[in-house]
């Protein structure tokens, strides 16, 4: 069964840049998209980006300037980087595989994590 | 860019139907799959439609979504309410350039 893992610290001050990892188990990261999607406080789901397993990625473009997304192969692992972290940064990270049908239309996100809850303090 | 937009909220009684409708601007809502998800607080959102109108394996045929070119829009329905129905519902599509969009989300009551 294909599992994916959110991890990271609970807690990031203002300012300061978010790390978070997502660990794929049951399934290789090989030939996949994985995804990074949130939930702000108060707000609704947020897609944040995507990684191939090559390392190309796609992020939110509202989001662009301030997001690193990079895989770890030999872990099975893919990570999160968000820079100048703010109060409006508060919510739950979810890590995710997205599915790409073969005609190359994305069909969503087919996996879950169960998410990870990041606070940031002043 | 693809704003999708939905209704803050819709509610109904158990055992009727409710359909959540996701309207698309600033682009083609037929030009791209549309995805619709479950999300109880506190839980992993959960797929409940992919590639417009298809159900992953699992998902009750109550549940059922539908695409109008006209209205540039997608709609979920859902029949035979029950009370674990209560959720946000969340549609989703792409923009040009394949950025993942969500919709606001709807709130679903269960009377």
Known sequence: QVQVVESGPGLVKASETLSLTCTVSGAQLNRQYWTWIRQTAGKGLEWIGRIFSTGTAEHNPSLRSRVTMSVDISENQFSLQLSSISAADTGVYFCGRESRESNSFFSGVALWGAGTTVSVSS | ?111
């Open chain 2, 1 to 111: 860019n693809l704003v999708l937009t939905q209704p803050r909220s819709v509610s109904g009684s158990p055992g009727k139907t409710v359909t959540i409708s996701c309207v698309g601007s600033g682009g083609n809502i037929v030009t791209k799959f549309v995805q619709w998800y479950q999300h109880r607080p506190g839980s992993a959102p959960t797929t409940i439609i992919y590639k417009d109108s298809e159900r992953p394996a699992g998902v009750p045929d109550r549940f059922s979504a539908s695409i109008d070119s006209s209205s540039n829009s997608a709609s979920l329905s859902i029949s035979g309410l029950v009370t674990d129905d209560e959720a946000d519902y969340y549609c989703q599509s792409y923009d040009l350039d394949n950025q993942g969009v969500f919709g606001g989300g709807t709130k679903l009551t269960v009377l």
